[in-house]
């Protein structure tokens, strides 16, 4: 194994004991947290022909078209959600007037900050 093998995998290891056993948010999981949350807010209008992908471009079926974003770039920057408007836009942090899902009750802070924490941690397919 090459050195830069060995430093790759470490490093690797370091960061996955860091998030399971640091003080900060638990791990969220891709698939049983933010993948409901998504099903229930966003893919009513985020389906191919629906309101929002038709005006945006983006398409919420899978994790790998929720990663593509719009037609003009992603909309989930990992491990930085201030700079993600998949998460700015249900906070209500790029304008309240635009806030997804558009025109319907806002999520829960909780379900807010199970988006926050997922991009956070890296915004895996975990
Ligand atoms: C009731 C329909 C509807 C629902 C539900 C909905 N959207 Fe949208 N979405 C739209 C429409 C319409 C647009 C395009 C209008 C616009 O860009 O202002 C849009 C655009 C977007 C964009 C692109 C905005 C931009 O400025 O590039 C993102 C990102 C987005 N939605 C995310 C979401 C997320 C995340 C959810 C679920 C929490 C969601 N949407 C739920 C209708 C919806």
Redesign the pocket.
Known sequence: MSRSTTLLLSSTLCTSLLMGCSAGPAPVSFKSEVKP??EK??T???LPG???AE??G?I?DSYENLMK??K?GP?VVAGDPLSS??YR??AGK?DPS?R?????EA?SEVEIATVENWITQGAGNN
């Not at 997804?100 to 319907?104: A, I, S, T, Y």
Request: glycine share 14%.
């Open positions: 949350l998504v807010y966003c009513e209008c985020h629906g309101a929002g005006a945006s983006f919420t974003g719009t003009f909309v408007s998949f836009l249900i790029v635009i997804m899902p558009h025109g319907k999520l």
